[in-house]
């Protein structure tokens, strides 16, 4: 036992010096956000951005030229512009043939960027918007086809069917309510598909499918099968909950429409307003089916064939990864969303709208996609020595073959397609025909248009209510009442494909173009578009007095022909023989010819008046009395005959006469 003496001595503890200063805590350092975010998802990126950018560059260039703009593109974007210019939710009367949120959204980016600017013609601000709901639309597909289990080159494959598809391109560009909903219904089912936090995806997923269906109604057909993801997906301790919940949700988001329609005065139909039910009335009862796919005059067989002629691989490849589908638990709810989508197209009285199917094409993408995924991973797991079944590996090596003539089909088909897209100019006689109107037609005209012109002609300074849209002139009350005579109140008439087969509803734009006589036109086939001069004395009348007009020309136009001071080739002779030129233009150059000796080198048929007589010469030399000061000598010649420009060139002095031209002036 050791005593306390024999004990060894203490040793003091050692402490750290204590300093004055206070001391700072020692943080463990962590990883920059950004950094660690690129770590984790730098694969993904690289599969994704190149497809995001490809997407990009084909919907954006040269969204101007091709397709040629169509009435439904000029009736979202005038809306759209009601709302941000003229303080009204549309640009005519609204009668609820659509809830309005689809064009409140395109009115949100074209007023923050300031897209209206850019361009000339209006639609093509539409189109800058639609290029963005596009690409967002890209990358949820991304999203949604990575949370469905897909592989990175899978869902690549998916983002970049669904963003270059020429079927896609030709209906992406096209300013629809549908390319504003499409993204509002991928991420809600991209939401219903979440594990964690699935409440609020829940919640989430119902309001976005509740903006979806607010920007285009037709996206309600997918209801049943977002339910059935949420269903499937959700957590059995809390699936009442969440379910009861989000569908609440959903229903508040509807109602708000009803609200607004109440709030209106405008629920139910009465006397002197439109309505909410009558709107929906239309909608589901009383509009024009559109007939029978085996009807080759039908609006169903030209819809579809319009989609066929686009892309005939993708629609075939689609419907039958939609069958597929139907067997792999993943791609089930979507499968069965496109197998029921189609089928509503089929039943009885049913009308389909020529956008109906942009709502399948991120899902037709998604399905061509998970087929191939799948059949490579069971390539692979048979490579790999793993046991399959007989029917897996007949099914994932027939799938693999078909992807292969499918893609030896796709590089000629979507190589001519897209050529298109990027390089023609299918819009130019549009544009030519709105340059017509604002140089060549009285700005207090009253003109009938397709609505595509509509805040085009309204920016140039043409009166709104005398730029109207046809569809209303048979259709708006407001409109009826400032046309007592509907169609012999206007001035001219501006056909394109749209009107010319819209007409056939309306009986007053029928009355119009078969009253009337085409004074420019450019373009050919669809894309015809003729300025036509109403006529309110009828056909009968306009032609008896064109033929007495014409016989008149050609009377005067033979005296100056024979005239000796006249030295012209015989194009210009000819020309005057056949009563091709204009009665103001032959009253001034007999007037010019009683001068002196006069040297026309030249008639020339301005742009898009190839059919109409000349009204624009180039006089190369005057030798008679107004000599140097044949300028002035020609302003001199009063109102009646006065030209509109008169310009010195190389060639002599051109002198074009306005597009009206007056009758009676040669007796």
Do not use: C
């Not at 089928?343 to 991120?362: D, E, G, T, W």
């Not at 059949?375 to 020595?385: D, F, H, N, Q, T």
């Not at 394109?496 to 009986?507: E, F, H, L, N, Q």
């Amino acid at each position: 036992m050791t005593t306390t003496t024999t004990r060894p001595e203490a040793r003091p503890i050692e402490r750290p010096a204590v300093s004055d200063e206070p001391q700072r805590p020692v943080v463990p350092r962590r990883p920059h956000r950004v950094g660690s975010w690129l770590r984790r998802h730098g694969n993904s990126l690289v599969w994704f951005l190149p497809v995001l950018a490809i997407a990009g560059i084909v919907q954006r260039l040269n969204m101007t030229g091709a397709p040629q703009r169509i009435d439904d593109e000029g009736t979202y974007t005038a809306q759209a512009y009601a709302l941000g210019h003229l303080g009204e939710l549309t640009h005519y009367t609204y009668w609820y043939d659509h809830p309005p949120l689809g064009w409140i959204q395109i009115a949100g980016y074209t007023g923050l960027t300031g897209a209206f600017g850019r361009y000339d013609q209006a639609v093509m601000a539409g189109r800058e918007s639609m290029v963005f709901f596009a690409l967002v639309s890209v990358l949820l597909v991304w999203l949604l086809g990575r949370r469905m289990g897909l592989s990175r080159p899978a869902a690549a494959v998916a983002s970049f069917v669904f963003g270059v598809s020429p079927l896609a391109v030709q209906f992406h560009r096209t300013v629809y309510l549908d390319n504003v909903a499409v993204p509002w219904l991928l991420l809600a089912f991209l939401l219903a598909l979440s594990r964690r936090n699935q409440l609020a995806g829940f919640i989430g997923s119902s309001f976005a499918f509740g903006v979806a269906v607010l920007s285009k109604e037709t996206f309600l057909l997918a209801l049943p099968f977002l339910a059935w993801t949420m269903i499937r997906n959700s957590d059995r301790s809390t699936r009442r909950y969440t379910l009861a919940t989000s569908g609440a949700v959903l229903a508040l988001v509807g109602m708000g429409y009803v609200v607004f329609s109440i709030v209106r005065g405008e629920f139910l139909p009465g006397k002197g307003h439109t309505s909410l039910i009558g709107g929906l009335s239309f909608q589901l009862g009383t509009r024009q089916a559109s007939g029978s796919i085996f009807d080759t005059q039908s609006l169903f067989f030209r819809v579809v064939s319009q989609w066929w002629q686009l892309d005939q691989v993708f629609i075939v490849l689609s419907v039958l990864a939609a069958l597929v589908g139907l067997f792999f638990r993943r791609t089930r709810p979507i499968a069965a969303l496109m197998v029921f989508a189609i089928a509503v197209m089929f039943r009885p009285n049913s009308y389909v709208p020529v956008p109906y199917v942009i709502m399948l094409l991120p899902f037709g993408a998604l399905l061509i996609a998970a087929a191939g995924d799948s059949a490579v991973k069971a390539y692979r797991a048979r490579l790999g020595g793993r046991v399959t079944t007989t029917l897996n590996r007949v099914g994932a090596t027939a799938w693999l073959a078909l992807t292969a003539l499918a893609i030896a089909a796709i590089v000629p088909l979507w190589t001519i397609q897209l050529r298109g897209f990027l390089l023609s100019n299918q819009d130019q006689p549009m544009v030519s025909a709105e340059r017509w109107i604002d140089q060549n037609v009285p700005h207090d005209s009253r003109l009938l248009v397709d609505d595509s012109m509509w805040v085009d002609l309204v920016r140039d300074g043409f009166a709104r209510d005398n730029v109207i849209w046809f569809y209303k002139i048979d259709t708006d009350g407001a409109v009826q009442a400032q046309s007592p005579n509907g169609w012999k109140d206007s001035d001219y008439v501006v056909t394109t494909d749209s009107i010319r087969t819209s007409a056939s509803g309306s009986p007053d734009v029928q009355a119009a173009i078969a009253n009337s006589t085409v004074v420019a036109t450019w373009g050919t086939g669809t894309q015809q578009v003729d300025v036509r001069q109403i006529h309110p004395e009828g056909e009968a009348a306009a032609t008896a007095a064109a033929k007495t007009e014409a016989a008149a020309r050609a009377d005067a136009g033979a005296q100056l022909a024979a005239n000796p001071n006249l030295v012209a080739s015989s194009q210009v002779t000819t020309a005057l023989r056949d009563g091709r030129v204009d009665s103001r233009m032959l009253v001034v150059l007999g007037q010019l010819l009683g001068t002196g000796s006069v040297t026309v080198s030249d008639f020339t048929a301005l742009d898009g008046e190839a059919s109409q007589p000349y009204r624009q010469l180039t006089i190369a030399k005057a030798a008679g009395e107004p000599g140097a000061s044949l300028t002035g000598w020609l302003d001199a010649v009063g109102d009646t005959y006065a030209p509109a420009s008169v310009e010195k060139t190389g060639a002599g002095t051109v002198v074009t006469f306005p597009a009206a031209e007056p009758t009676g002036l040669l007796g």
